[in-house]
């Protein structure tokens, strides 16, 4: 009896405690609901004080309020105002109709509380992408030609600027996730903008006093596919695996077993083929007179000129004294490699490093050591730019002093990668496939813009011929998301680096930019800008943005602006072969017909080829809007080809002092296919 009541009391107070849960759950959700009920009325961030709307269209605004909360918009230019009602998840949307360029005008957006946007102007929106040298600012790390006096005078209170943070996402990203506000263009907030995209504004502002707005979304170093949408890339099977890998763990599982197998087999072939030319030179024994000699610390390709596109290992030895003291305790050797180091002591293996920007700090045992000369052997790998030993610390450490390793090193090349196989295509990080494309461009498919300017291929060079299809499928793939077939889309040609070359060579980046060329024949509403002329050998990011900036200005004042200015310089058009003499003709000829050699010099950089498809240096001649080229050495062509290197020097232009684009005539497969 005791039992049943003791059990009848439990079961009630069992009853009660989950009344009182179900009791509190209850109250938490009116609670919740009245909170979502009086919910503040939001927009994204970039709706903000300053910004620029895009003329004569219907800007979409959109936000979130309280659910099935009556929306009113009311903009200074219109007497009427523009009214909505949130649907039952609290998500609105409205149309806004502008008018022709003007203002400041005010916004106000009411709905549960009221957002007031000051300052706002009609004009011209401008999208501004592509990797390092878009991303290249005024000052800061950039600096740019006469950058202090640029910074200075960067008051355009109608130039409006909006910075795009670094971001990448799996999936598409929606507006809430930028933060980002506009600035007015002032010295404060120039420095570190987009120089580009800066004096393009300029120029524009200049020409035609519309207000201009500049939304910068760049990435220094990423490749073309990072920037383009899921949906663009998924019949091209080379990024099957990597789209895969974004939304599936056993993809990318996948991924990074394969992966890992070609990083270790592609390592594997640098040893041995490194291996092959340099087993005996960690000896101590080893007789290095026949060596050259380098200063060290420092990067090769400052310390010799035919280094500077030397990519792979070079070995460098030293002999250092210890005495007897120093020799009987441990010791420690310190410097920075790039990219990676391996070091051997008197001819024992000590350790390995990675990374160009880790300081290496090796222990080395008193059992490696000798009293007296003592070898030192570093071995350096560089991937890409610049290799050697750099930076201050470079010393041994010993139990009695530090010992400078500063000065002159015997040095040998060891294996090249224009000896190896192709390096693995590893996409990391920034670089995935539709990354960007989700977090910086896709949050604003809503806002309207007048165009895109883009500067980007550089990461892409290595694959120039895939570019001839990615390239176009992109500038179709951002139309189609800004629902406009024919939005303006202008772009810069790679400009000329790496060392010049005197006789024909094959070059990828020639390749990169006639896929660009041919980008430019094959979309309408586009346009190229040729920078051969104003690059830098020695530096992929050339100071000169200005001529950059005004090259793409006059490409929007023709098509956009209507101003029908000169924008291009010749195009190829056409050849044919009379005898052994190849006639050339071309576009964009200037406003006066003819063609001229820049500088009073001889035309120069065509090369010319016959059947065998071994090009020479052709003598070339203008006659009008034609160039005649010609060659001893060919006596019937079949193909003539024009800048076709990393680093052209021809000097074609038309008479508005715009280069030719470079060009070839033929159809024979790329090195880079």
């Avoid at 903009?75 to 649907?87: G, H, R």
């Avoid at 310390?303 to 441990?330: C, H, P, Q, Y």
Wanted: proline share 5%.
């Amino acid at each position: 009896m005791k039992q049943l009541k003791k059990d009848k009391k439990m079961r009630v107070g069992r009853i009660k405690h989950c009344m009182v849960y179900f009791l509190r759950i209850q109250l938490l959700l009116i609670y919740l609901s009245i909170l979502a009920g009086n919910a503040q009325i939001k927009v994204p961030a970039y709706f903000s004080d300053d910004m620029v709307l895009q003329q004569k269209t219907n800007v979409p605004f959109f936000g979130t309020a309280s659910p099935n909360t009556p929306i009113e918009i009311k903009v200074s230019w219109a007497p009427q105002s523009i009214k909505t009602i949130s649907d039952p998840d609290g998500n609105w949307e409205t149309p806004v109709p502008t008018p022709s360029y003007g203002g400041p005008y005010q916004i106000s957006i009411l709905g549960n509380g009221e957002i007031l946007i000051k300052n706002v102007l009609i004009g011209e929106v401008w999208l501004c992408s592509g990797q390092s040298n878009m991303e290249m600012p005024l000052g800061g790390w950039g600096k740019i030609n006469n950058y202090e006096e640029e910074i200075l005078n960067a008051d355009y209170p109608k130039i409006r600027l909006l910075q795009v943070e670094h971001k990448q996402h799996r999936a598409p990203s929606d507006a809430d996730n930028i933060s980002a506000t506009w600035q007015l263009c002032n010295p404060e907030s120039i420095a570190g903008f987009s120089a580009t995209a800066y004096f393009f504004a300029r120029k524009i502002w200049e020409e035609t006093k519309i207000p201009i707005g500049l939304i910068h979304s760049s990435w220094g170093g990423t490749v073309i596919e990072a920037w383009m949408s899921k949906q663009s890339l998924k019949n091209i099977d080379a990024f099957n695996m990597e789209l895969q890998a974004l939304t599936s763990k056993k993809a990318q599982d996948a991924l990074n077993v394969m992966n890992t197998s070609k990083m270790e087999n592609w390592d594997k072939t640098v040893e041995v083929l490194d291996g092959k030319k340099s087993h005996c030179w960690t000896k101590a024994s080893y007789n290095d007179s026949g060596w050259e000699t380098m200063a060290l610390p420092g990067y090769w390709e400052d310390m010799d000129k035919t280094l500077r596109d030397f990519n792979g290992t070079i070995w460098f030895r030293k002999s250092i004294k210890l005495t007897d003291v120093e020799a009987r305790s441990d010791i420690e050797i310190v410097f920075t490699a790039d990219d990676n180091d391996k070091l051997w002591v008197n001819g024992k293996f000590i350790g390995a490093s990675e990374g160009y920007d880790k300081i290496s700090k090796y222990r080395i045992p008193k059992q490696c050591l000798n009293v007296g000369a003592n070898s030192i052997v570093i071995r350096v790998f560089d991937g890409a730019n610049q290799g050697g030993i750099y930076g201050n610390e470079f010393f041994i450490r010993t139990s009695e002093r530090h010992i400078p390793l500063a000065g002159i090193w015997k040095c040998q090349l060891g294996v090249s990668l224009q000896d190896l196989p192709k390096k693995p295509t590893i996409y990391q990080q920034q670089n995935r496939p539709s990354v960007l494309f989700n977090a910086m461009i896709h949050p604003f498919v809503k806002f309207p813009i007048t165009g895109v300017l883009w500067y980007q291929g550089e990461s892409n060079v290595d694959r120039a011929h895939q570019y001839r299809t990615l390239f176009p499928l992109m500038i179709q793939d951002w139309r189609s998301h800004y629902s406009n077939n024919s939005l303006s889309f202008y772009f810069v040609q790679l400009a000329n680096f790496n060392e010049p070359i005197e006789k024909p060579v094959n070059s990828s980046w020639a390749e990169l930019r006639d896929a660009q060329l041919q980008t430019y024949k094959a979309l309408s509403n586009t346009g190229m800008i040729v920078t051969t002329d104003i690059g830098n050998p020695f530096d992929i990011h050339p100071k000169n943005k200005q001529e950059v900036g005004r090259r793409l200005a006059l490409i929007a004042l023709d098509k956009k602006y209507g101003k029908k200015n000169v924008f291009t310089g010749p195009i190829y058009q056409d050849f044919k072969v009379v005898k052994n003499i190849v006639e050339i003709s071309f576009e964009s000829t200037g406003t006066e017909h003819g063609l001229v050699a820049a500088h009073h010099e001889p035309l120069k950089g065509f090369s010319i080829a016959g059947e065998n498809k071994v090009f020479y240096q052709g003598k070339a001649i203008i006659k009008g809007n034609k160039v005649f080229v010609s060659s001893s050495k060919v006596l019937k062509p079949k193909a003539v080809r024009y800048n076709w290197s990393d680093n052209p020097q021809g000097n074609l232009y038309n008479r508005d002092g715009l280069p030719a684009s470079p060009f070839k005539t033929d159809q024979w497969e790329d090195i880079t296919k």
